[in-house]
């Protein structure tokens, strides 16, 4: 039984010139470079904490800058996806062959996979769920995760307890309210609540800066016994 798909308000906007100037912009200056290595370094070291996946599905992949860092990583086969096309045709022109030829590409949403149950060993989830402010819509994609994984998922996201977070919501308290918002902090007690709700524990949690950044990625661990609460028993998306 297929889901309704979520669409966030913001997924519009990575048409072909938004896509190349994301590829860019982890390369633009010394700070935003220091700040992409700390970012492969953490995802790498989640998915050792995953026990190295022998599959892995990129989701969203963006413009491929993890690409490099996950051939390296000694799984047989990666995936990689995203709901805009853009994105994609961005990835595969400016990777290299050696590495964009690794990949299996196609567009999906995060929300509604196209892949059948039990399709890879991990999703590998960098910067999308802090988009996610509504807690259905982060547990639709829970859930999700949870049907296409067979083992784990590592998930990056904003949460509180940090300088950062701080400074982040006196801004927003002082700030004209905008029509919508697309970035979100988390409470890390509601977060991992969630997480447990759909059939995931939580085995590590790594903060890009410890009490300073707002950045943490987790390494969640498949209860392949359990069942998300409020899924119904039976469905698959390719039945």
Not at 57 to 70: K, N, S, T, V, Y
Not at 96 to 122: G, H, K, Y
Not at 194 to 208: C, I, K, M, P, S
Request: charged share 25%; proline share 4%; aromatic share 10%.
């Amino acid at each position: 039984m297929r889901q309704e798909h979520t669409e966030l308000e913001f997924s519009g906007k990575y048409d072909e010139q938004h896509s190349h100037a994301y590829f860019n912009k982890h390369q633009a200056g010394f700070w935003r470079r220091q700040s992409h290595a700390r970012d492969v370094s953490l995802a790498r070291k989640a998915l050792k904490l995953a026990g190295n996946p022998d599959s892995i599905l990129d989701l969203p992949c963006g413009a491929g800058r993890f690409w490099p860092m996950l051939t390296t990583t000694g799984a047989s086969r990666l995936l990689a996806a995203d709901n805009s096309q853009a994105m994609l045709d961005i990835a595969t022109r400016y990777q290299p062959p050696a590495i964009s030829e690794r990949f299996e590409t196609f567009q999906t949403s995060a929300f509604a996979i196209e892949l059948p149950d039990a399709s890879v060993d991990n999703i590998f989830c960098m910067r999308l769920i802090h988009h996610v402010g509504e807690a259905n819509n982060r547990m639709t994609l829970l859930r999700e995760f949870h049907r296409v994984c067979r083992q784990s998922v590592c998930i990056s996201l904003w949460v509180d307890g940090n300088l950062q977070a701080h400074r982040r919501r006196k801004l927003e308290a002082s700030r004209k309210r905008k029509q919508y918002q697309n970035r979100f902090i988390t409470d890390r007690n509601i977060i991992e609540s969630e997480f447990a709700a759909a059939g995931f524990r939580v085995t590590a949690a790594l903060d890009f800066l410890p009490l300073l950044s707002i950045w943490r990625v987790y390494v969640l661990e498949k209860d392949p016994q359990s069942l998300p609460q409020g899924a119904e028993h039976g469905t698959s998306r390719h039945e």
